[in-house]
C-alpha cells in the first residue's frame, strides 16, 4: 500500500508557507548533493524566495558559474 497522493496548492498561511519552504528547500538541496555525488555529475540549484533572498547550490566541485555560462 503506496501513499495517498497529496493536493499540490498554494499555502494560505504566511507561517506555515515559510516552514514548508525552508524544509522542502533543505531537501532540495540535499537530493542536488546526493545527485551529483552518486552519478558524478555537476549540479547547480538557483531558490530566490518569495522576498528575493537567493539560495544556490552548486555540486563537490563547486563551480557554479563555469556550469551556468556553458549551458546558457
Avoid: W
Amino acid at each position: 500500500m503506496g501513499r495517498r497522493k497529496l493536493e499540490i496548492k498554494r499555502i494560505e498561511s504566511k507561517s506555515s508557507r515559510q516552514v514548508t519552504f525552508t524544509k522542502r528547500r533543505n531537501g532540495l538541496m540535499k537530493k542536488a548533493n546526493q545527485l551529483a555525488i552518486l552519478c558524478d555529475v555537476e549540479v547547480a540549484v538557483i531558490i530566490f524566495s518569495d522576498r528575493g533572498k537567493l539560495y544556490h547550490f552548486a555540486g563537490p566541485n563547486n563551480r557554479p558559474l563555469g556550469l551556468a555560462t556553458r549551458c546558457y
